[in-house]
C-alpha cells in the first residue's frame, strides 16, 4: 500500500525568508502527488499537482515542487514566505482503487510566520 | 458557484446518539468522499463513492454509513456516536480526468461527542 510522510509537523520561518516542506512518499508505480494547502477553518486547497513530465511543478501562490524519483520525495518550496502562508500543508500521493484513483493524505506540517 | 457545502458546521452530540453530516455539491461530479481529520494524523478516508448508487469502504468506516441516491449529495451518517468519533469531517468530490483526482473539499464539519 502507498503511503506519505511528512516528517515535520511545525515549520517555523521569518516572513520574507525561504521555505521547504519535505514529503516522501512509497508507491510502487509513477505516482500522482499533490500538495494541498488548508487556512483554519477551511477546506484544503490545492496548491500543485505532479503527474508527469517536467519534474519541476509551479503551483498558485508562488509554491512550487520537485519531484525526485530516486529520493521518492515531492518537496515544497517558496522563496520568500508570506504572513498569509501560515497554513497546514498536506502532500498526497494518488493510487489506484477499483480504476479510480483516492490520495492518501500525509499528516500535515504546519507552518508558522513571524513577523 | 457553491462547489461542496456541508452542513452543519458544528455540532456536539451525546454518546449513543445519531446523526447525519450533509453534504451536496454542485459540479456534477462522479467521485465522492468523506475525511475525517484528527490533530496530527492527517486525513483518514471513511467512505468514498464513484457514481450515484455505489459507495465503498476507506481505511476508517467503522461507526459511519453512507448512502448516495443522487451525483450531488453524499451524506454521512454516524450511529451510536462514540467520544473516539469527535474529529473534523471533511467532505470532497472530484471529477475522474484520466485517473487523476484533483479533489474539491467542502469548509468541513466539526464534530463533539461528550
Known amino acids: 500500500a502507498q503511503s506519505v510522510t511528512q516528517p515535520d509537523i511545525h515549520i517555523t520561518v521569518s516572513e520574507g525568508a525561504s521555505l521547504e516542506l519535505r514529503c516522501n512518499y512509497s508507491y510502487g508505480a509513477t505516482p500522482y502527488l499533490f500538495w494541498y494547502v488548508q487556512s483554519p477553518g477551511q477546506g484544503l486547497q490545492l496548491l500543485l499537482k505532479?503527474?508527469?513530465?517536467?519534474?519541476l511543478v509551479q503551483g498558485i501562490k508562488g509554491f512550487e515542487a520537485e519531484f525526485k524519483r530516486s529520493q521518492s520525495s515531492f518537496n515544497l518550496r517558496k522563496p520568500s514566505v508570506h504572513w498569509s502562508d501560515a497554513a497546514e500543508y498536506f502532500c498526497a500521493v494518488g493510487h489506484a482503487s477499483g480504476g479510480s484513483y483516492i490520495p492518501t493524505f500525509g499528516r500535515g506540517t504546519s507552518l508558522i510566520v513571524h513577523p | 458557484n457553491a462547489g461542496v457545502t456541508q452542513t452543519p458546521k458544528f455540532h456536539i452530540l451525546k454518546i449513543g446518539q445519531s446523526m447525519t453530516l450533509q453534504c451536496t455539491q454542485d459540479m456534477n461530479h462522479n467521485y465522492m468522499y468523506w475525511y475525517r481529520q484528527d490533530p496530527g494524523m492527517g486525513l483518514k478516508l471513511i467512505y468514498y463513492s464513484v457514481g450515484a448508487g455505489i459507495t465503498d469502504k476507506g481505511e476508517v468506516p467503522n461507526g459511519y454509513n453512507v448512502s448516495r441516491s443522487t451525483t450531488e449529495d453524499f451524506p454521512l451518517r454516524l450511529e451510536l456516536a462514540a467520544p473516539s468519533q469527535t474529529s473534523v469531517y471533511f467532505c470532497?468530490?472530484?471529477?475522474?480526468?484520466?485517473?487523476?483526482?484533483?479533489?474539491?473539499f467542502g469548509a468541513g464539519s466539526r464534530l463533539t461527542v461528550l
Open positions: 505532479y503527474f508527469s513530465g517536467d519534474t
Open positions: 470532497a468530490s472530484s471529477y475522474d480526468d484520466s485517473g487523476a483526482n484533483v479533489l474539491t
